[in-house]
């Protein structure tokens, strides 16, 4: 009778163990994560954080009038992204052929005198670039969605200047 008790109680704690022992799988997970980590995209908005860097492209007005304010520029175009700007300029009949460099740095100093936070300008007078720049500084003030001539816009300003940052 004692080992027939002996034996029911072994049996009895042995289920209890493995009934016990096969719950604990894998539950560890959650209690491991780090809960002081922001999640990218916590709203679910389209336009935050990973989208938010592709669409900061605007048209610097006040830069483009400074610049057609210098006598070797008849018109000009600047779009800024980030810290980077880009000029797209038509010159005057009697600046064209002249020391294209001085005109540029002119240009330079002009744009970012408008805006401190530009740390590189791009400079071309290719009447290609000017139309291009043309249609994408009017289809930014018209309100049209960046994302949509984004890419387009990116391809061009690699073809026009390879060592853009």
Do not use: W
């Not at 492209?57 to 779009?79: F, G, P, Q, S, W």
């Not at 740095?105 to 290609?128: A, G, L, W």
């Amino acid at each position: 009778m004692k080992k027939s008790l002996i034996l029911i109680a072994v049996l009895i704690f042995s289920l209890d163990l493995t009934g016990c022992a096969r719950n604990n799988v894998n539950k560890n997970d959650l209690v491991n994560r780090d809960q002081n980590v922001t999640r990218n995209n916590i709203t679910n908005v389209r336009d935050n954080n990973d989208y938010d860097n592709r669409s900061r492209m605007r048209v610097a007005d006040d830069a483009a009038k400074k610049i057609a304010d210098l006598k070797e520029v008849d018109t000009a175009n600047v779009i800024v992204t980030e810290n980077n700007a880009y000029v797209a300029v038509k010159l005057t009949p009697t600046s064209r052929n002249k020391d294209t460099y001085s005109i540029e740095h002119k240009i330079s100093q002009r744009v970012k005198s408008t805006d401190r936070d530009i740390d590189n300008v791009y400079v071309s007078e290719n009447p290609d670039f000017y139309d291009r720049m043309n249609t994408y500084a009017s289809d930014i003030r018209n309100g049209r969605p960046i994302s949509g001539f984004f890419n387009e816009f990116t391809e061009t300003i690699r073809r026009v200047f390879p060592k853009a940052k």
